[in-house]
């Protein structure tokens, strides 16, 4: 693993850097979202789910184009046929676009969820609850995939 | 998995855990901007409050991780440059940072004394003074940067 890092060559290093620097950016984002959300389920909605709503959107969403950018960029470098993709790649491509597809999920259900609440007269809305618990879903994912690209499990 | 990769991704993950927490911290910081009135900006330094665990993870897991990392592997060495940068870069997004975040606990507490009187609704121009104190904000700007130069030496390792 150590020689592998110390010969990658040096044009690898900027996709890499932007992978993970979206990375990073889409678990903040994450982390911002989950926190906000899950603070409205006990307390004052509306606030809350709305703040949340708007770190998936501004945060979490552009980071991962970011990310799912610099994958594919550092993918193409690698070299990989297809043929012989070790398996944290699968981990990786899995949580990847699965995780977007959630994320878009958790953005529309928060987001219909903050409408409902802004209308008024409601304490609480379901949508915001399945989209918060879609979010810690997305987030655990996340967890998984850094567990994968970083140990690189065979 | 070897105990190196195991190291690798506690490094990361730690480091993850430190961004994460900048991101919350900047969230509420720019969020928070022009809130005056001690009940709103506390509903911010409650979001802001788990990332203070985070942020303590992350500054001090980067370190423990890396260093054991640089002495684990063979190609490195704790005394290779691009490793001594980041040691230096630790030091200054750890110490900007503190004294950074100084100013906004304190604004918490303001906040709090302020809703414990009972003034939780009234418009403290103090609370708005230290929500946007300049010098706070260039504390966390020169605090973000160094965590940002740390990625990108961690990566390009110059010298290596």
Redesign the interface.
Known sequence: ???V??IRP?DW?FP??LH??G???L???L??AV??LL?GWNR?SA??SR?GF??LVF?ALPAWFVMRIGAQWIYSKEGFTGDDEPGWLGIGYLTADLGGILLLLSIILTGLGVRQLGRGGRETSVLARIGSVIAVLVLLAY?VA??A?????? | MEFYDWLLFLHVFTAFSLVSALVVFWFVAVAARNVDRPVESLRFFRIAKPANVLVVIGTIGTLVFGVWLAIDADAYHPWDGWVLIALALWLVAAGTGQRGGQTYAEAAKLAARLDGEGRGDQPSEELRVRLQDRRAMWLNIISSLAVVLILVDMIYKPGA
């Open positions: 693993m150590s020689l890092v110390s040096d290093n890499l850097l993970i620097v990375a990073a950016l678990v903040g984002g982390v911002t926190i906000a603070l004052e606030w809350y703040l708007r770190a945060i967890i850094v567990w690209m970083s140990g690189k499990p065979d």
